[in-house]
């Protein structure tokens, strides 16, 4: 079944769903609600004042609309509810107004005010609501509603039988959870808040199942793996360390030393680099890739973004190629042409170190003889890329690179085997980026500091959480960022707007105009450039920053202070100051992390998905961890019980690696 199949989809809205990444029914199942509201008829006689609360009642006058300014109408009239005459009043809401009158009840949402007999009501709906109703509330785009998205998903439960059901018996059994089956039916449509409770832990522990299962099977496999033991002559590489305009911090000096003993060992490498951005990661990875080309061995390193593959690419081949050392480039925006030449260049040996995105693991990228792996900002990824590239090489060494302080517990978890070297004191002569938490409302200073960075010849990154205007959630985005940016600047300061549905081609040219200083303000959003190195950048704006993590806001702020000028952060929120403060107060990575993992949230059903680390579709690292915990155990019984899978996992598996 096709989405269009779905009573009421047409092509215009299967456009829509796209937009969401939906692409069939089971990822239209699979959408599930963040929130839910809940409408509980109330006595107003006896209900507390000043809380919103559902009440019934019955329309007694003919409703009165009247337009206040253009854009902002008033709906008001008498009703009558339990004993009481109240006033009622309704903004914006004149398409209403036909529907409303003297005799029909309605079901409305809102504040009652005792001494004045009003209700300001922030819902209305048509007909009396007998029992309590769960409404599900979806993350939607515009031109999408909630009602019409919970329609389509109603119009699909019926299929949801042939939604695959990873969990096996014996934990469904152990665990006494939902089959998927009902789990899908209840989140979508619950009856009490405790079906939501129910159907939620089941489809969590799911995700966290799969994610547990592949990461537990990797490292089963990279467990059987002998590895190469690497040849290289160490004054060769001291040499062209000392060689290097700056001395290594003594992190860096502690890590190369490690990375370079495991190359030598005939122990296969596995080990994730760790270090807040600008910590100096990469020339890590750098003289690592020096040592292994050294050996005879030809390198890969695997960015997330095509902008950062080139950044690396450049940085990379200006370091090494004096030493007639032969970078290659590859990404998926590349012609046919270079494309194979390129590979050709490999197969043959001719390229010793190759950079590029996930167009690396591509079926026709083969080389001669691959001995090192490199993958930043691996957290990005999905455990199924990276396992890909493994494979390209006999049994090859890999370095994980991350940004992300990943606090210890639940590191441990996800990288259990892996070893770490940790980066932790960033290069003499970076400046603390001074970080300010302000109101909307406090907006005007921070443009005036904008525009004085812009007149002392810098430059500014504004980030925004998303790209359309969203009906649903009231955050900012980068298209309105930039028509209010271009005002308030009078369309003298050059701005320009990147986010990750822009071609590649397009957005590497943004992104040049913004490197050369052409372009003076960017504006984004964060799911692309996490790296990027505009050294002239010295000031960051995050709007709605109560949207993120502070891990993650901590990382955004890392694009600015990336040379000895002071840099600025602000993060512009009407809420959630205290968390936020920990970042005016801290430039320290791990410290928070911590923070941020102590401060998790409850309460907010299902979080905030698209900042985050790993995609899941419902659970959450941070909150949900005791499951993930569970899961970790299970599937490792799971797998020591089960030598032989049932084709389900196998099919799951299979995309982590090539290996049967
Ligand atoms: P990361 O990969 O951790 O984000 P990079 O390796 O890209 O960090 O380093 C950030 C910047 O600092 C780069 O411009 C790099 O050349 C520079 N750098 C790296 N190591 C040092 C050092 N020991 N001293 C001075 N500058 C350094
Ligand atoms: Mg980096």
Request: aromatic letters at 8%.
């Amino acid at each position: 079944m096709e989405l269009v199949d779905i009573k009421g989809v047409g092509q215009k809205s299967e456009v829509l769903l796209n937009k969401l990444n939906i692409y069939n029914v089971e990822d239209l199942l699979e959408f599930y609600p963040y929130r839910y509201n809940i409408y509980k008829p109330v006595d107003l006689e006896t209900s507390e004042e000043n809380t919103s609360v559902t009440i019934n009642a019955l329309i007694e006058s003919t409703p009165k609309l009247s337009y206040i300014k253009r854009n902002f109408n008033r709906l008001s009239f008498k009703a009558l509810t339990s004993n009481l005459l109240i006033n009622v009043t309704i903004f914006n809401r004149a398409f209403l107004y036909k529907n409303l009158e003297v005799g029909k009840n309605i079901m409305l949402v809102g504040k009652y005010n005792k001494q004045k007999n009003t209700f300001v009501a922030s819902e209305l709906k048509l007909g009396i609501l007998t029992e309590p109703k769960i409404e599900p509330v979806y993350h939607i785009i515009k031109g999408l509603k909630n009602n019409q998205l919970s329609t389509y998903i109603e119009h699909a439960l019926p299929e949801r039988k042939n939604v695959t059901d990873y969990i096996p018996k014996e934990i469904v059994e152990k665990y006494n959870f939902l089959s998927k089956e009902e789990a899908i039916k209840m989140i979508h449509k619950p009856q009490t808040i405790n079906q939501i409770k129910q159907a939620k832990i089941r489809l969590i522990y799911e995700e966290f199942f799969i994610f547990m299962l592949k990461i537990n099977y990797l490292k089963n496999k990279n467990k059987e793996i002998e590895g190469t033991k690497k040849i290289f002559d160490v004054k060769k590489i001291e040499n062209f360390i000392k060689k290097l305009p700056f001395a290594l911090t003594k992190d860096q000096e502690i890590a190369v030393e490690e990375c370079l003993k495991d190359l030598k060992s005939n122990k296969k490498m596995n080990r994730l680099l760790q270090g807040d951005v600008g910590s100096g990661k990469t020339m890590v990875a750098t003289i690592t890739m020096y040592a292994n080309t050294v050996s005879g061995y030809q390198s890969a390193l695997m960015a997330p973004t095509e902008i950062l593959a080139r950044q690396h690419y450049e940085t990379i081949k200006n370091t090494l190629e004096p030493n007639q050392i032969h970078v290659g480039l590859l990404v998926g925006s590349q012609k046919k042409s270079e494309h194979k030449e390129i590979i050709e260049q490999l197969s043959k040996g001719e390229i010793d170190i190759l950079i590029g995105t996930h167009a690396l693991i591509s079926e026709d990228v083969a080389f001669k003889n691959l001995g090192l792996v490199i993958t930043d900002e691996q957290h990005r990824f999905g455990v199924n890329q990276r396992g890909n590239l493994q494979n390209k090489g006999v049994s090859p060494d890999t370095i994980y690179m991350s940004a992300t302080p990943i606090p210890r517990t639940y590191a441990l978890t996800i990288y259990q085997d892996m070893d770490t070297s940790i980066i932790k004191t960033k290069p003499n002569g970076r400046k603390e980026i001074k970080t300010f938490v302000k109101k909307e409302s406090e907006l005007k200073d921070v443009l005036l500091n904008i525009l004085e960075e812009i007149k002392k010849g810098h430059q500014v990154y504004v980030v925004a959480p998303s790209i359309e205007e969203n009906e649903e959630r009231n955050v900012r985005d980068v298209n309105n960022l930039k028509s209010s940016f271009s005002t308030a600047f009078q369309n003298k300061v050059p701005i320009e707007v990147l986010h990750g549905k822009i071609k590649p081609k397009e957005k590497e040219s943004i992104m040049n105009r913004f490197q050369t200083g052409k372009t003076k303000i960017l504006i984004a959003t964060t799911v692309i450039e996490v790296g990027v190195d505009v050294k002239n950048a010295t000031t960051i704006v995050i709007f709605n920053a109560e949207m993120f993590g502070l891990a993650t806001l901590h990382q955004l702020r890392g694009r600015v202070g990336r040379n000895d000028l002071d840099s600025y952060c602000y993060l512009i929120s009407d809420y959630d100051s205290e968390r936020l403060k920990v970042l005016e107060n801290s430039n320290d990575g791990f410290y928070i992390s911590e923070q941020d993992f102590l401060m998790r949230r409850e309460g907010d059903l299902f979080g905030t998905k698209q900042s985050g680390d790993m995609v899941f579709k419902i659970a959450d690292l941070k909150n949900d961890f005791k499951i993930l915990l569970q899961a970790k155990e299970d599937t490792k019984i799971f797998l020591e019980k089960n030598k032989a899978l049932e084709e389900k996992y196998k099919e799951i598996l299979q995309s982590i690696t090539n290996i049967d």
